[in-house]
């Protein structure tokens, strides 16, 4: 069962998530494959956390539908992480940014903590370099974008950061260095030797309210090389990505397989 992120809806292309927070303005019998026109069906996935399209009831795709196309060729076993990573919507920063905070939380939970999040950061350790370079991503507001391109090392981020003075997702890859207690919260510095595009300080911060959800994972991401998904931002303090969750936002490179990342 081929899944997707995108549906045709009215003649307009509209994302799973966007069905997902406003469910009852849409007429849910109207979702088409934006490639072949197909009927498909709308589903909040497990916990309501997961929005996706998958196919109709009795209804396939046409034989020669890329994302059929897609699903047969990567949905088998060994190449499922590949799958996941297709058939993954970006959320997009700016948008949760703006969003009131209690709304943000919600929100920020729901996109962060589902499983897709998890696996989609957990497929990046398993594809090679080649498959990380042609990898395209759609993002919550609609740009597709090429996997490559959003991996940064905190120099680049900070560059943007800078150049385009608004907070974006991105995936930091960086070297984390000791815990360090900032009042109630917990922040991870990275190195900043300069040697790997770290020349400049950034940080990884864990706000007060996450500190105890994940205080138990936080030695195990100390000293490491890391992969970090989140919301790249400055604030008073300086360049930042908050960790919510260790266990859904960062994952640490295999050593095994650090030659394929020489990005
Ligand atoms: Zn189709």
Known sequence: MSRTNSATYKNETIDAFEVD?????????????????????????????????????????????????????????????????????????????????NEKKRKIRKRYFGKRSRQFLNSLNSLSWHELKELTLRTEDKKTVKLIDIIMRQDTIIEKLKNENNSFICILKGYTSKSIEVGKSIKLPLTNGGKYGNKNKFDLFIPASYVEKNKNRINTIENKLIYCYGVAEVNDYGYKIDLFSITHQVMIVEKANNSKYSK
């Open 21 to 101: 927070d406003n469910y009852n303005d849409f007429n849910r019998n109207q979702f088409k494959c934006v490639e072949c026109g197909a009927q498909i069906q709308f589903n909040r996935g497990i916990n309501k956390e997961d929005p996706h399209f998958k196919n109709w009831p009795n209804t396939s795709h046409q034989p020669n539908c890329e994302i059929e196309l897609n699903y047969k060729r990567f949905s088998k076993q060994d190449n499922s992480n590949i799958y996941s990573i297709i058939s993954t919507i970006l959320p997009r920063g700016e948008r949760l940014i703006n969003l009131d905070s």
